[in-house]
DNA sequence: TTGTAAGCGTTATCAA
DNA sequence: TTGATAACGCTTACAA
């Protein structure tokens, strides 16, 4: 490995001569440092990055943790966060899984995005007390060194539920995410409030894992017991998804027997017959501000906390109820169980 | 930050002590070490990878190149290489764009898998003068401290074209990559041998760009001139399913008018109605073998090159060609242009 | 303008 | 079994 030593020796001068030439000095003449430049590139030189971590104690780098690496919403989210990295001069990199959360407290990385349920919150506590910076997208938490940009869960949850009221119904299945979800329990928080003003709205919970396993299960369950008018608000789109996908086996059809909306607007949503309705947002936008509030941190600079705002997605999957006197019929014996 | 010079000083020892210790070798007292790990815990110690980096001259971090966050193909193929990599006392990080190329050759990372065109290959083999370890997923490239893990593209092109051939196509549509796609070329070639050997078959090219936009532009060219039957081979799946979004809004039924064929078997491929036919392959398995083969490099093994094998996924997109009296009228004036 | 030297936090060699 | 010390490759006062 050729270091500025050996740069050094050739061009007989100092380290440091080499050091300041190689990072630009003005401290050093241009005749000196164009030759040092030359000898650098003959040598096919490349810093070592530890080394200049170690000294700086900054790598430079900014992480991204993800629960995996599957998600459908990740892409644009983190295209946005680079986008935001590298103006910035900073590098991005995509951590997944427990082993990886090291990076930040080992000081490999400057800081770091969380959308990672399998971080503790009492460790991104421990991490911001020893100064280390981070923004969450995934959970609430107040501490300097810590901020936040989420979604507008309860908009959107709003969103989605008063369409389907609006719409006629007034029974509706609200398919959750997983125990312990942040968004899930925001979301459900939303649902509350508006079946609260809403005194003649029943609404049955039926809880979910937000991957389109659950959205299946809840499908069975609310074929098993269906009574028209019935609509279904999924958490997010991916059970969305699979309860349609049930549902399409069964004689339940979607935008007229059962209206489903869902959360999110992942790309599968446009794919799927009908269209889902669904709340979108940009994740680009979520991605970009995420890194410009982690920088900004890091910079030291002052920071509030951030909201990504919502809207609704129109499509096939909801349909205005009119009130009907002749009751479908459905036949459970003949459902199709896949 | 506090350091082993810290543990040092309150345990009342040296430094070289304290790093045997938190290194658990047996060349010091459990006494000792049991004391000086207790005081490491209650310093919250955490050790300094660029240190350790720095002088062990690794990382035990391997990285993988992406052209872009947002394929779809990368959700299993990244698991499976995180798995390994995991199992093998490796981290992964996952990267994208020309900036964070440098991550090789300043030693962040201890290998590279790289599925990113943006990397030329002169740049590669350079790395991989100057020692640095590489699998390569999208090219061909021959260097011992180079391994390449290819999908079988020739079997799958093969593969594809027989099966439509042998449902009685002789005029085959064949919607090609961007230019310089070691894919798209790989199965080009497999496209033209199988029409060599079948002297009744007709095929006409289309460049494409693996992007949906490409499939869309091609499907405009196609219904301008369609005769039937016809038949696509879309080098990707991406650019089938930009196809047949395109085809249904025209008067043209896939799997009766026309057959379309991708290749990748991405998830929305499962949605497209109808279902998409194409060409199957273990991302999973591809990742988890890749980081396989550059962790043996690292270690000095000898590998050999992997391939990944391919199948055929049926579908509606693809029906049996039947000989057809009756011919199907287009009215081109009528076509909807979206 | 250039050189000397200290130090970033480790690991590892060699003595004690 | 433990300790001094050099070294990894770099940055940056400070001195010349």
Redesign the interface.
């Known amino acids: 490995?050729v270091s500025i030593k050996d740069i050094a020796k050739k061009a007989g001068v100092s380290i440091s001569t080499v050091s300041y030439a190689l990072n630009g000095s003005n401290k050093v003449t241009d005749e000196t440092s164009s030759k040092i430049l030359a000898i650098a590139k003959e040598l096919?030189y490349?810093?070592?990055?530890?080394?200049r971590?170690?000294k700086k104690r900054e790598?430079k780098?900014l992480?991204v943790f993800l629960t995996?690496?599957?998600?459908?919403v990740?892409?644009?989210l983190?295209?946005g966060m680079?986008t935001v990295c590298?103006a910035q001069g900073y590098?991005?990199?995509?951590?997944?899984?427990k082993?990886?959360h090291?990076?930040l407290?080992?000081?490999?990385i400057d800081g770091a995005v969380i959308l990672d349920h399998t971080f503790a919150s009492e460790e991104l506590l421990?991490y911001a007390d020893?100064g280390h910076k981070i923004v969450v997208l995934d959970r609430e938490l107040h501490h300097p060194n810590i901020n936040q940009v989420l979604l507008d869960n309860k908009a959107g949850a709003t969103l989605a539920m008063e369409h389907l009221i609006e719409l006629g119904h007034t029974k509706i299945y609200v398919v959750t995410g997983p125990e312990g979800s942040f968004d899930s329990a925001q979301r459900m928080k939303a649902v509350r409030q508006v079946t609260e003003r809403e005194a003649n709205v029943e609404w049955i919970e039926i809880v979910g894992d937000f991957e389109k396993s659950g959205g299946e299960q809840a499908a069975e369950l609310i074929i098993q017991e269906y009574t028209r008018p019935a609509a279904v608000f999924c958490l997010n789109d991916e059970m969305a998804?699979g309860l349609c996908n049930r549902l399409a086996e069964s004689e339940l059809q979607i935008g007229r027997d059962i209206d489903v909306i869902g959360f999110d607007n992942i790309?599968?949503s446009k794919?799927?017959?009908p269209r889902l309705v669904t709340i979108d947002y940009s994740k680009r936008k979520w991605g970009s501000l995420a890194a410009e509030q982690l920088i900004k941190i890091i910079a030291g600079e002052p920071v509030d906390h951030e909201r990504i705002y919502v809207t609704l997605v129109e499509g096939g999957s909801v349909c205005r109820q009119v009130p009907q006197d002749i009751p479908f019929p459905i036949r459970h014996e003949r459902v199709v169980s896949s």
């Open positions: 490995m096919n490349v810093p070592n990055a530890a080394a971590t170690l790598s780098i992480g995996d690496f599957s998600g459908d990740y892409g644009d983190l295209s680079k590298n590098d991005l990199i995509v951590c997944s899984g082993q990886s090291r990076m407290p080992e000081r490999m421990q020893r998804i790309e599968l794919y799927v017959q």
